[in-house]
């Protein structure tokens, strides 16, 4: 058998070059070197010496881990972490109930006007936070005085309020959607209700969508630094960001404690998030695409 040749004599191998392609990515690697060497240089100067920190050093000669001992015992982080903890958990249980049974009646369940609440519930994602601070004050304020239990300077304050979300319902309720008419038939073969099929069958097909829900919800419940002060007066019931904050005023010109300080605030985020990653990517890549 003859061979073929794979070129003839004197020809050139052309090789197609996608400039748009190589100027994405540089663009993307330069994006994320802007967004990664901050991040990295705190955790560089959190185990910095106080010299070592003020000064040029890129990476400490020899750790020093006593600064987290520091700034945890020094900054009260204990108590501020275990509010922040209660206060998260609270939220988040209430965030995925709420914000569940709201996305999967946009969803699913036929009742007058449904489109028309809808779009009103989406239109107040554009309202500022800043703006609906203070009607929930008053509200807030006025429900601890006819309740049982005070609300401010108390975990009612803090959490029944972002207890549901325009921006969980509507990562829900796209989710929601997608799921074919088919299984929602065979359910009802079977005698299965709303709230049965809900938990039966949605609830285990969202995994992901619900575990980007509980992402969001816990980042901004752990960030939350206004509100705790607002409706709060005493420590007992601020969260870590309050702790933080104060302790970076307090702790001035110590930028090695103040740098591991905010290490200890970041790092329950980083730890859920490296759990739910893949689970948070599929959520955000299947969510609305229909609906």
């Given amino acids: 058998m003859a061979n073929t040749p794979i070129a003839s004599k004197g020809s050139t191998l052309s090789i197609k070059v996608n400039y748009g392609k190589i100027l994405t990515y540089v663009i993307l690697s330069a994006g994320a070197i802007l967004a990664i060497v901050p991040f990295l240089w705190m955790i560089s100067?959190?185990?910095?010496?106080?010299?070592?920190?003020?000064?040029?050093a890129v990476l400490p000669r020899i750790a020093q881990w006593d600064n987290y001992v520091e700034a945890w015992t020094g900054a009260n982080f204990r108590d501020y972490f275990s509010n922040s903890v209660i206060i998260a958990?609270?939220?988040?249980?209430?965030?995925?109930i709420f914000s569940t049974l709201a996305a999967y009646a946009f969803a699913r369940v036929k009742f007058p006007a449904k489109n028309f609440l809808f779009t009103l519930m989406l239109a107040t994602l554009m309202i500022p936070?800043?703006?609906?601070?203070?009607?929930?004050?008053?509200?807030?304020?006025?429900?601890?005085?006819?309740?049982?239990?005070?609300?401010?300077?108390?975990?009612?304050?803090?959490?029944?309020?972002?207890?549901?979300?325009?921006f969980s319902i509507f990562l829900l309720r796209q989710f929601f959607a997608q799921i074919p008419t088919e299984l929602w038939d065979s359910a009802q073969i079977d005698g299965a209700?709303?709230?049965?099929?809900?938990?039966?069958i949605v609830?285990?097909?969202a995994r992901p969508a619900l575990l980007t829900v509980i992402l969001f919800s816990f980042i901004g419940s752990w960030n939350a630094l206004a509100w705790p002060i607002l409706v709060t007066t005493d420590p007992e019931w601020?969260?870590?960001?309050?702790?933080?904050?104060?302790?970076?005023?307090?702790?001035?010109?110590?930028?090695?404690?103040q740098m591991a300080g905010s290490v200890i605030t970041i790092?329950?985020?980083?730890?859920?998030?490296?759990?739910?990653?893949?689970?948070?990517?599929?959520?955000?890549?299947?969510?609305?695409?229909?609906?």
């Fill in 45 to 56: 100067a959190s185990l910095m010496n106080l010299t070592e920190a003020t000064g040029r």
């Fill in 238 to 257: 601020r969260p870590i960001s309050y702790g933080l904050s104060s302790f970076l005023d307090e702790a001035g010109s110590l930028v090695h404690l």
């Fill in 193 to 200: 209700g709303h709230l049965r099929f809900l938990i039966q």
């Fill in 267 to 291: 790092l329950p985020i980083l730890v859920l998030y490296l759990f739910v990653q893949k689970q948070f990517t599929e959520g955000i890549a299947t969510t609305g695409l229909k609906g």
């Fill in 89 to 96: 958990t609270i939220s988040i249980t209430g965030q995925v």
């Fill in 203 to 205: 609830l285990p097909l």
């Fill in 129 to 166: 936070e800043a703006v609906v601070w203070i009607p929930n004050f008053i509200t807030v304020t006025w429900l601890g005085r006819v309740g049982p239990i005070p609300w401010i300077n108390n975990w009612p304050a803090l959490t029944i309020p972002f207890m549901a979300s325009a």
